[in-house]
């Protein structure tokens, strides 16, 4: 399993909407084995299908932009994200093409996110967090339930692609309220609920450290026998990700050429 380290690289920031999906594609491809990243983000909204599908959708992106946050449109998941220097995202990418698949895809592909949490002092487990932003069945939530990880998994030509986004010191008041914004503007009656999501800092009562939380997957990556020596993106893969940007941008026609939905 290669690993990637995007976390230190801020020319790779700007890369993050659309560098695992990359990766992925040259993983399915079999340019590169399978492969565990980590990376940090500048701050962008992901929209999913579901916001596609809003009455005002534009009216609602227009606002966002307005407020310094660009908007693309993901591959896997289904609702509106905000990412930011208060996140760590983390991705899986293996060869896949079946669809039984799903389940050992999520468990597999966060096991080294589950037990670094654990080993500083925040057990995770897969749940629903009822009102948060983009919740899902697959999230990682803490013991009372509060979504602390958003995870969705992408299966389509060729790859399975886990990724999530770990809320470090990301506040969810904030993020809640940014993103309950843009759906009252876009005509949607979704009402989010900030206390159905924490935070890393929240949870531990002090600011964890990028550098410590990528410590303790990476002791964990070891012990399942994964490679925890950062490898470079390939050229190939370096262009794809800055090449892919602008189609992945917000409105759906930049996506004309690159459909969502692609045969397994």
Known sequence: ??????????GLWQLSPTLAETV?????????????GLRMNRPYVLLGPQDLRL????????WLEGQGLPVYVRVGGGAA?????????FFGAVP???????????RDLT??????LSSLGVPVRFGRAEGSYCEGPQDLVTAEGKKLLGVAQALRQGFALVSGMLMLTQDPLRTTSV???????????????????TSLAGETGREVSVAEVKEAVLRQATLL???????ALTDWERRLAQDMLPRRRYPPGNLAQEPLVRPL
Request: positive net charge; aromatic residues 8%.
């Open 225 to 231: 026998g994964w490679d925890s020596a950062p490898s």
């Open 96 to 106: 896949c093409r079946d669809i039984a698949r799903l389940d050992a895809n999520f």
């Open 24 to 36: 992925a594609l040259a993983v399915a491809a079999g340019r590169t084995p399978e492969t565990f």
């Open 111 to 116: 096991r080294p996110v589950r037990g670094g």
């Open 1 to 10: 399993m290669r690993f990637i380290d995007a976390t230190e690289d801020r």
């Open 81 to 89: 994200v905000l990412l930011d220097e208060g996140c760590l995202s």
């Open 179 to 197: 993103l309950q914004e843009f759906y009252r503007r876009s005509g949607s009656a979704r009402v989010l609920k900030p206390e159905a999501v």
């Open 55 to 62: 009455p005002h959708t534009s009216r609602g992106v227009a």
